[in-house]
């Protein structure tokens, strides 16, 4: 008995078995998929992309999902991606889900999802101290600054920040970010895997692949709803299935995508040698006529009528065949839609009222089910059983959904026949929606819930049926909340002005449509930064959200550089919210990179007052006093912040860097050893505890710790110069050289790597070439007294003493408490007589 349970079929391979028994038509099109396995990779007739399109209705999903089927006969392993993603990490993530349930688990591939997931999050508190870095961008930057801040969702698309930034501002921003999240995450591939993350997933993907082929003869990758996914999937699949960047894919991976519209021909046109475009249109007359017979439904006069009444639409061809009309009159007034013809034929009260209201949500399982349909608990099962078996019905594992087609016409139907009704029955779902948004926020504040995915889809959800039961009351809400989608990251902001633009067309509500395609717009062309200002130019949004939207705009400026405008973003949140300590902080820290520290204690100062526990104000201002060289000032508050959250990694290094800073260099140590045990792969705390064993006569362990910065982080300017130093005055002068060219190569206007360099040239005895980079440093920084003193040194050491006593005389000018400044005017004075 048990064996008979086990090996016995599912309700839902039933189901879909018998669906399959019933498809008629595309013959043609199934037959050259089918074909194409029995060509190998290597024949000229093989296809490796296969593109279905054509308008909503014609069965795009019924195809593809059952050339799923005919791969699978041919032992091939299958995923399935549609507009449940809203990124390639999440289409990376449902074909890793997909195939591992057939028995191939990607654990290298999942481990990276986790890892990504994870370091999304903290990459917003980490941005929340970055320090200001002198130099500007770095010479490969430009190229990249787009790529490089899209994954925290910056850059949507080409061109994002036309109008907004200059592309200098755009690749400074680069640079700040990485460096800024190199030095607090935890390794060079976590800081990867949030600024380009499929640079990181892809590459693990394709390996994944290859090894799955090995044991399978085919896969093939199914991408639905193309015209909703292919903004961010087209670029990306071109690029891993006819470029190598990534690596290459297994030649037995077969991708099918299906979509309303054509390939675009300007990126796919060169290779249409192997692909193969699959264009839908209507049934033919011989495949309606096929599919009605096959339910028995063959009375001329009935097919005729099915056949004008439906334009040959599959999706309603399905839905009348199902019913088996026997004459004409039982389908009714031909200007009727077919599916008020089923609505008609089915007598069952329950199961009309059922498939009827069911429409209403967006996407539907048994708990919404149950909240959407009146029944007793008994009935509910066998009730949803039998609405998922409806050839409208889209069967996705834990969810179904309404065929576009069909929906539409139900809830254009609803709405017009009793709009009382259709908003009591949006208020009934919105109500169960947020029970259940209530439940899972308990104890949770604002930054943790939008973190959950699982909370984002029943706040979107709520607000979907709370648009559509009362556009005007529920638009500011949601509007508000746009605010808070775009605080969290692109891909939920895309989300949110698509359930807008969802809420408006099905509630027929103008206003919605028109913020939903707005907001939509600005996201595709300038991001969050341009969907905010179009925001905060229409919305009317009272003076609390107005400063919030103000906020998290200039947070988003700020990441990338414009801290200008950033700035007048948090002084507008500043003016119209007193009271909102989030306005201040990061006015301060906006200050802080302007390198008006006063300022932005000032800020923090009344940050404070608001929220006098906030851990990462204390230590932030902790570190402002640092570079303001208030030790006692700067130990005060990043003790409280270590007390508040002792975890801390950036407190416990920057407290490490007082202590230096006042020659504790025991106490240092100490401090920045904590930094590291909590965060080994912190560059920042690495290099400051490279000092404190330059200062306890221990060049081995300086060397070691900054071995490991440079490992951590080849291109920071500050830890390449750092182990030149080190190199240089270890007396390995040639291989300093190395660090100092690699950084000049990427930021030809560091000026400490000028200076160093131009001091390991001197002790190359390379004097000429020594001045030449000494000058260079100064010409950035003309009040670099260490500078000064190189090149009095090295006109010394020429005989130039004149030279050698002006820029002596001018080292002590600018610092005239800096001894070593003074011995060095003292040796040039004794040498010049």
């Not at 199914?222 to 894919?249: A, C, I």
């Not at 013809?341 to 009260?349: A, G, V």
């Not at 064993?693 to 490992?711: F, H, I, M, S």
């Amino acid at each position: 008995m048990a064996d008979m349970v086990r090996t016995r079929l599912s309700m839902q391979e039933l189901i879909a078995q018998r669906r399959r028994a019933g498809f008629v038509g595309r013959g043609a099109e199934r037959a050259a998929f089918r074909t194409n396995f029995d060509l190998p990779p290597e024949d000229e007739r093989h296809r490796f992309l296969f593109h279905v399109h054509g308008n909503a209705g014609v069965g795009k999903t019924f195809l593809i999902r059952e050339l799923e089927q005919v791969a699978r006969e041919q032992g091939a392993l299958t995923a399935y991606v549609d507009e449940s993603v809203g990124s390639v990490p999440e289409a990376v993530a449902a074909i890793s889900r997909q195939l591992g349930s057939q028995g191939r688990r990607f654990k290298d591939l999942e481990r990276l999802l986790a890892a990504h997931r994870e370091r999304r999050h903290e990459a917003e508190a980490a941005v929340a101290t970055l320090e200001a870095e002198p130099e500007g961008p770095s010479a490969g930057s430009m190229a990249v600054a787009r790529a490089g801040l899209a994954g925290l969702g910056m850059v949507p698309g080409v061109g994002a920040f036309a109008g907004v930034l200059d592309p200098a501002q755009l690749a400074q921003g680069a640079d700040r970010l990485r460096a800024g999240l190199s030095a607090r995450l935890r390794s060079r591939e976590d800081v990867q895997l949030v600024l380009e993350p499929e640079l990181v997933l892809t590459p693990v993907l394709l390996n994944e692949l290859a090894d799955a082929a090995a044991t399978a003869p085919w896969i093939v990758l199914f991408f639905d709803t193309y015209e909703r996914t292919g903004p961010f999937l087209d670029g990306w699949l071109h690029e891993v299935m006819t470029g190598d960047r990534h690596g290459t894919l297994p030649a037995t991976v077969v991708v099918v995508t299906a979509g309303q519209r054509p390939f675009d021909t300007a990126r796919w046109g060169a290779f249409a040698d192997f692909m193969t475009d699959v264009p839908l249109g209507p049934f033919t007359e011989a495949e309606a006529r096929g599919l009605l017979a096959g339910k028995g439904v063959v009375s001329e006069p009935v097919v005729e009528e099915v056949l004008r009444l439906t334009g040959g639409l599959p999706v309603l061809v399905s839905t009348l065949a199902e019913q088996r009309p026997a004459g004409p009159d039982d389908i009714g007034d031909p200007s009727a839609t077919a599916v008020e013809r089923f609505l008609k034929w089915e007598q069952d009260p329950v199961r009309r009222s059922a498939a009827l209201t069911c429409a209403l949500p967006r996407h539907l399982d048994l708990d919404v089910f149950r909240a959407a349909v009146d029944c007793p608990d008994g009935e509910a099962d066998a009730l949803f059983a039998w609405l998922r078996a409806l050839p409208f019905v889209t069967d996705r594992g834990d969810r179904i959904r309404y065929h576009d087609l069909v929906r539409d016409t139900m809830l254009r139907m609803q709405r017009g026949r009793s709009p009382r009704g259709w908003a009591g029955h949006h208020t009934r779902l919105a109500r169960a929606f947020g029970q259940w948004r209530a439940e899972s926020e308990a104890g949770r504040g604002d930054r943790e819930r939008w973190a959950d995915e699982r909370w984002r889809e029943l706040r979107l959800a709520e607000s979907y049926h709370l648009l559509c039961a009362q556009a005007s009351a529920a638009l500011p809400v949601v509007l508000r909340d746009f605010v808070d989608a775009c605080d969290t990251d692109d891909v939920t902001a895309v989300r949110w002005a698509r359930t807008l633009l969802d809420a408006g067309r099905d509630g027929d509500a103008e206003t919605v449509s028109r913020w939903g395609a707005d907001l939509s717009q600005a996201l595709s062309e300038g991001g969050t930064i341009a969907a905010l200002a179009r925001l905060l130019s229409r919305a009317g949004l009272d003076e609390p959200a107005q400063a919030r939207a103000r906020v998290v705009r200039g947070s988003a400026l700020r990441r990338v550089g414009a801290l200008e405008e950033a700035l007048r973003e948090y002084d507008r949140a500043v003016a119209l919210d007193a009271g909102f300590a989030r306005a201040y902080r990061g006015r301060s820290y906006v200050r802080g990179e302007l390198g008006d520290y006063e300022a932005a204690v000032d800020d923090l100062d009344r940050a404070l007052e608001l929220e006098p526990d906030s851990a990462s104000a204390h230590s932030v201002r902790g570190e402002y006093h640092r570079a303001l060289n208030r030790a006692d000032e700067a130990l005060r508050d990043l003790n409280r912040g270590i007390e508040l959250d002792p975890a801390h990694h950036f407190a416990w290094a920057s407290r490490g860097a007082v202590h230096l800073s006042r020659g504790e260099l025991d106490a240092a140590r100490v401090d920045l050893d904590r930094s590291l045990d909590l965060n080994p792969d912190y560059t920042w705390a690495l290099v400051r505890r490279a000092r404190v064993w330059r200062g306890l006569g221990d060049p081995t362990r300086q060397l070691a710790d900054l071995d490991r910065a440079v490992t951590l982080q080849p291109d920071w300017p500050w830890s390449r110069c750092e182990r030149g130093d080190a190199l240089r005055n270890a007396g390995r002068v040639e291989e300093s050289l190395h660090d100092y060219d690699h950084v000049l190569a990427l930021h030809p206007d560091y000026a400490s790597a000028h200076a160093s360099r131009g001091a390991a040239l001197a002790a190359l005895g390379r004097h000429e070439e020594a001045l030449t980079a000494l000058d260079r440093a100064l010409d950035l920084n003309p009040a670099y007294t260490w500078a000064l003193c190189r090149r009095a040194e090295t006109h010394l050491a020429r005989g130039a003493f004149d030279l050698a006593l002006a820029d002596a005389e001018q080292a002590c000018a600018l610092n005239p408490d800096d001894e070593r400044a003074r011995a060095v005017r003292d040796r040039v004075r004794g040498a010049a007589g």
